[in-house]
């Protein structure tokens, strides 16, 4: 998994599909992926930093 946290966009989240994967009987099943509480904030800081607000390990402005 990655994040690209420098662009913001406006999106409708009725037209994203989520992630899956075909079985041989046309079946699917879909992946779920859950970010841990550390992983988040990084992507927090990383959005932050990328629309020009400059923070801390705690997400305090610097």
């Known amino acids: 998994m990655w994040v690209k946290g420098d662009m913001v966009y406006s999106l409708s989240l009725s037209r994203l599909t989520r992630q899956h994967e075909k079985l041989e009987n046309g ?21 932050l930093n990328g629309i020009g607000f400059k923070v801390d390990e705690n997400l305090n402005k610097l």
């Open 27 to 47: 079946d699917r099943t879909y992946t779920v992926r859950i970010l841990n509480n550390t992983d988040m904030q990084k992507v927090l800081r990383c959005v």
